[in-house]
């Protein structure tokens, strides 16, 4: 009878943490199984789903909740992402160009090799995210001050007249050396 019960309890505990609050399980796999079909879904659950190398242009995916996704090397071209939560979402090399990003959290992502260009980040949060290799050119919105609170390296392309700091290696903390657009700052 413990056994049962503490195999319940470990259960549950599962469970309360591989769907969002208030989102059962199966809605959540529904809700990736849809947007791997290419149907927007807006505000859904897709925390931790495998939607790498998808073909996922123009889908409406505001508010929704991509933290800990993986979305490398898919096309995320024009795309809705307005308010979503991307918090440590992998984007290695995936192609945002033209996407709303307004008032989405970016936090501790890894935007390695991305394309972010045209892109809106207008309130974005990027702390500790890492742009190593990206391309920012013609982003709108973007601030300084949350670019700063960001990574890359010498290939990282920005917009003129933004800087970002360097990753360290394996970390993504930033180091005193600034990347400016064309170079390293010495």
């Given at each position: 009878?413990?056994?049962?019960?503490?195999?319940?309890?470990?259960?549950?505990?599962?469970?309360?943490?591989?769907?969002?609050?208030?989102?059962?399980?199966?809605?959540?796999?529904?809700?990736?199984?849809?947007?791997?079909?290419?149907?927007?879904?807006?505000?859904?659950?897709?925390?931790?789903?495998?939607?790498?190398?998808?073909?996922?242009?123009?889908?409406?995916?505001?508010?929704?909740?991509?933290?800990?996704?993986?979305?490398?090397?898919?096309?995320?071209?024009?795309?809705?992402?307005?308010?979503?939560?991307?918090?440590?979402?992998?984007?290695?090399?995936?192609?945002?160009?033209?996407?709303?990003?307004?008032?989405?959290?970016?936090?501790?992502?890894?935007?390695?090799?991305?394309?972010?260009?045209?892109?809106?980040?207008?309130?974005?949060?990027?702390?500790?995210?890492?742009?190593?290799?990206?391309?920012?050119?013609?982003?709108?919105?973007?601030?300084?001050?949350e670019l700063s609170k960001a990574c890359g390296d010498a290939s990282t392309r920005l917009p003129r007249g933004f800087h970002i700091g360097l990753c360290h290696p394996g970390e993504g903390a930033l180091v005193q050396k600034t990347a400016w657009r064309g170079g390293v700052?010495?």
């Open positions: 009878m413990a056994c049962s019960r503490l195999m319940l309890v470990t259960i549950a505990a599962v469970l309360a943490h591989t769907a969002a609050p208030g989102t059962s399980r199966a809605q959540s796999v529904r809700a990736v199984e849809d947007v791997k079909r290419g149907e927007s879904c807006p505000r859904c659950d897709l925390e931790r789903a495998d939607l790498s190398a998808r073909d996922l242009r123009y889908l409406n995916l505001s508010g929704a909740i991509l933290r800990q996704a993986d979305v490398s090397a898919a096309v995320v071209k024009d795309a809705s992402l307005e308010r979503s939560d991307l918090r440590a979402l992998n984007a290695f090399g995936a192609v945002f160009t033209g996407s709303d990003l307004s008032g989405a959290d970016l936090t501790a992502g890894n935007f390695t090799g991305a394309y972010l260009t045209k892109v809106n980040l207008r309130g974005a949060h990027l702390a500790r995210a890492n742009f190593t290799g990206a391309v920012l050119e013609g982003a709108r919105g973007l601030t300084q001050s700052e010495p």
